[in-house]
């Protein structure tokens, strides 16, 4: 079957009493058992709930994993990950990823014994250099946030295996749709659900997709002993989300593209990150690594925050807002808002700079988001 159709199908059919063509939300937090020799399949709602269970189906089919746990957010299937790892291991992850992955690893797991470090990872030669006889995992995210350089996976895998590490990455900026990690070797996916596989901005959630039985086992049992699991009702909206992943990112990247073009030739933007430009340096590593380029980009502004802030003001189509992957447009200033959770010291080694403005490009009309930017800047 193709990706949108198991989009649309799998996981779904599972009400045999009515035949609803959609599935069911089981609000319970218990299952009756049937006598003391058994029950249906589910006991209690943390350790499985039935229409969690579909949307882990589901999710574990777009990645190509064999097994799918459902969290309550994206960091709390970044949490689960991290308990493959005892005190003394090492994980050598990107210095541009996610600003609230890196305040989990530089404090909170850091606090509990693991040790990282953060490289460059464009470059896979640095794992090299920064790995250690303990480096246990080798954490990729691509695009990176908010600057979208793409790091080449199956050169990360090769040094990562070489040196005997796994590999985990964290594929929210592109969903399965675009970029498939397990097609080059990598061993967990994580996703933030909260983004495009979800794609309404009206849930928070997350997952963790395993290919090997080890890595399932662990991150099933993991999230069960913390209680890591998302609702019946979160889990039920995922589902109908992700329903519509492909057409809707399809229509996200052309927007994207167009706007990055007409961005690219304004005078007033001195710089625009989006891997679907001739002009970005991994340009041709992101058409060989991804089905399409995505709908995330950033632009730098002349003059700073002053002239920042007054286009945020003007820009109408556009919503000042953290968060990425819905059908509306959103637009949100890194510096003190996404990665205020790095110290600035990290924001500036990761290039993230007073000009830099991280845009989520919605579904709306190509041609409607770009006259909201002339508008915007011609004020
Ligand atoms: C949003 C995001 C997360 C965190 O997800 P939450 O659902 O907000 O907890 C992790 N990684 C990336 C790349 C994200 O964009």
Known sequence: MHFETRCVHTGVDKDSTFLSATTPIYPTSTFRWDDLNGHRGFDYTRSGNPTR??????????????????????MSAITATMHLFKPGDHIIAGHDIYGGTWRLFASLFTDMGLKFSFVDMSNPENIRQAATPATKCVWIETPSNPLLNIVDIAAVVKVAQEIKAITIADNTFLSPYLQRPFDFGVDVVVHSTTKYLNGHSDVVGGCVISREKPHAERIGYVVNALGLACSPF?????????????????????????LA??????????????????????????KRQQKGF???????????????????????????????????????????????????????AAGISEQTVRISVGIEHPNDLIADFKQAFSG
């Open 53 to 74: 269970r579909a949307l882990e189906e589901n999710l574990a089919a777009l990645e190509g994993g064999i097994d799918c746990r459902a969290t309550c957010t994206g």
């Open 234 to 258: 979160d889990a039920w909206l995922v589902l109908r989300g992700v329903k519509t992943l492909g057409p809707r990112m399809e229509a996200h990247q052309r927007g994207a593209q167009a």
């Open 261 to 286: 073009e007409f961005l690219a030739t304004h005078p007033q933007v001195a710089k625009v990150y989006y891997p679907g430009l001739k002009s970005h340096p991994h340009h041709e590593l992101a």
């Open 294 to 348: 995505g709908a995330m980009l950033s632009i730098d502004v002349k003059g700073g925050r002053p002239v920042v802030e007054k286009l945020l003001a003007k820009l109408q189509l556009f919503q000042l807002a953290e968060s990425l992957g819905g059908v509306e447009s959103l637009i949100e200033y890194p510096d003190s808002m996404s990665h205020a959770s790095m110290t600035e010291d990290a924001r500036r």
